[in-house]
């Protein structure tokens, strides 16, 4: 089960470091903020960017999550776990966990949203591979000169809009 832990932007290392450091591991399986790969045009040049995906978050994977939350106090950098809904704390619904896994890949490669290759065609891009492969219908629309492609999710009960990176591979006119 995930749950997301907020944080304040640019502390999502530092934050999974301590937990790490102060938080039994037997609590939980799994602590990560997604990272995204992105292509940026610099002086004429694509370069490789690396970036996070939903700056200010944490995500954690645990079945222990009211001894998880007693442990996640020690840890100084924290803001707050979200979903408390009454005296129990919710996890993501199993659609927003779903695009997670589907983006991040398999699971235990936790490491980042890598680029998708696509092919534009005259009038539509059609995704050849990459985490894009099997999520057309989230993607809202597609920047062949920025190379990103926004998808929008179901994130914490609101819409959000993911920028994912996008490779071209060809293009048939």
Known sequence: MYYVIQVAPGMEEKTEILIQRRVR?????????PVRHVRKKFH?????????????????MSN???????????VPLLTKLLGKDGEQFVALQEDEGGW????????????EVGLSQVVAE?????????????????????NLHKRIAEVE???????????LGIEIV???E
């Open 170 to 172: 060809g293009k048939n």
């Open 64 to 74: 222990s999550i009211q001894e998880l939350y007693l442990e996640l106090q020690k």
């Open 44 to 60: 004429g040049e694509w370069k490789d960017q690396h970036e996070k995906l939903l700056p200010g978050y944490v995500f954690i």
């Open 153 to 163: 999710v179901d994130f914490m009960n609101r819409k959000t809009i993911l920028h």
């Open 122 to 142: 005259q009038d539509k891009v059609i995704v050849l591979s990459g985490p894009l492969k099997n999520i057309e219908g989230f993607v809202k629309k597609i």
């Open 25 to 33: 591991n037997e609590l939980y399986a799994r602590c990560f903020h």
């Open 100 to 111: 997670l896994e589907r983006l991040m890949g398999p699971a235990g490669d936790f490491s």
